[in-house]
């Protein structure tokens, strides 16, 4: 290998990738799978803990290769035990990825992109501009770091889903998620079921399409409002992507097994809150085996909306009911840390 070129980093790989590595550095075949269990089952963070790989084959690794795991530059909790982590992404850059324990889950929200191209009025993330993709070694290294957070226990079991919900949008980096995602859910890797990860989209096409057709994981569609031209003036994404050829595509999927559907529906006081837009949702995702999870709109800077009443969220979401749609309020959490939905804007 150039010795003038950053060395690679091993996490991220598939498993016919580490393969490859392994071959590449006269070693068998199988050796590649052994790198699969250190780094994704017994989560090593040094070449010299692969055991059993030969001393001759760690140094080779070690001159090569790095494992690519490195912890968060900060770290912050807020007062309802939600916890923060900054990466950083090279340059300067930074992302964030935040930790949700609640009872028997710990969900992890992952960032895939560093900053966002959709360019959502409402978000922070969108509105601080697209700075690139995260590498599949970036993602994985957030999943890998997270149970670091939880008191000195370090086993897989401690996280018990992730979400795509972070910086960016997932299907915009949809090569980098898709290699994550088999990672997650194959028997060399995390071992994982599919339904433990949830991918959250604007309902980016072609690519949604391609995670319907080649993942099993659950789906979030950010819908926001049913109305078109409302929906475009707050996600410009509306424009490349209409709610209605999104609705569509997934009228042709089967989500009334284990597969969940969801939309992700922000309220906003005066915008979409009231009973029309709640009758035309209805009309819009009429006949989807679905749940609609309605948010609370955090106050970002240079953002003229205000979220809606409590009373119109209950009045929503009873609507919802009473036409057979499973809608849940979503508990807001780390609002006090700019970590809850839509806060993430790089920096602790």
């Known amino acids: 290998m150039d010795s003038d070129k950053p060395k690679v980093p091993l996490i991220g790989m598939t498993l016919e990738e580490l393969t490859n590595v392994a071959v590449s550095?006269?070693?068998k075949p199988f050796v590649g799978k052994q790198f699969a269990e250190w780094l994704y089952k017994k989560k090593i963070t040094r070449f010299d803990q692969m055991v059993n790989i030969s001393i001759k084959n760690r140094d080779w690794l070690e001159k090569n290769y790095i494992v690519g795991r490195y912890k968060p530059s900060d770290i912050r909790k807020s007062e309802d035990g939600t916890m923060k982590m900054l990466f950083s992404a090279g340059s300067g850059k930074f992302i964030e990825?935040?930790?949700?324990?609640?009872?028997?889950?710990?969900?992890?929200?992952?960032?895939?992109?560093?900053?966002?191209?959709?360019?959502?009025y409402f978000c922070a993330t969108g509105r601080a501009g697209y700075k690139g993709n995260l590498t599949s070694a970036e993602i994985i290294n957030q999943i890998l770091s997270a149970p670091d957070l939880f008191a000195g226990k370090e086993t897989k079991d401690d996280l018990t889903n992730i979400v795509f919900m972070g910086m960016g949008e997932p299907l915009d980096n949809f090569q980098a998620v898709k290699k994550v995602i088999d990672i997650l859910t194959?028997?060399?890797?995390?071992?994982?079921?599919?339904?433990?990860?949830?991918?959250?989209?604007?309902?980016?096409?072609?690519?949604?399409?391609?995670?319907?057709?080649?993942?099993?994981?659950?789906?979030?569609?950010?819908?926001?409002?049913?109305?078109?031209?409302?929906?475009?003036?707050?996600?410009?994404?509306?424009?490349?992507?209409?709610?209605?050829?999104?609705?569509?595509?997934?009228?042709?999927?089967?989500?009334?097994?284990?597969?969940?559907?969801?939309?992700e529906y922000i309220m906003w006081k005066g915008v979409n809150d009231d009973i029309a837009h709640a009758q035309s949702l209805a009309s819009l995702i009429s006949g989807l085996d679905c749940r609609v999870n309605l948010i609370r709109f955090h106050q970002?800077?240079?953002?003229?909306?205000?979220?809606?009443?409590?009373?119109?969220?209950l009045m929503f979401r009873n609507y919802l009911n009473s036409k057979g749609i499973i809608a849940t309020i979503r508990a807001s959490r780390g609002e006090d840390i700019f970590a809850a939905c839509g806060m993430l804007a790089g920096k602790c």
């Not at 970002?300 to 969220?313: C, D, F, H, K, S």
Request: proline residues 7%.
């Open 25 to 27: 550095g006269g070693m």
């Open 300 to 313: 970002i800077p240079g953002v003229e909306l205000n979220p809606a009443t409590e009373e119109r969220m």
């Open 97 to 120: 990825s935040v930790l949700i324990p609640d009872h028997e889950r710990s969900t992890l929200c992952v960032s895939s992109q560093i900053g966002c191209r959709m360019n959502c």
């Open 186 to 263: 194959s028997r060399w890797g995390f071992e994982w079921s599919p339904k433990r990860i949830t991918v959250s989209s604007v309902g980016k096409l072609p690519q949604l399409k391609e995670l319907l057709d080649e993942t099993k994981v659950h789906v979030a569609i950010s819908l926001h409002t049913p109305d078109s031209m409302e929906r475009e003036q707050l996600m410009p994404a509306q424009k490349a992507f209409p709610i209605t050829s999104i609705i569509k595509l997934l009228k042709s999927y089967d989500f009334s097994h284990q597969r969940r559907l969801s939309f």
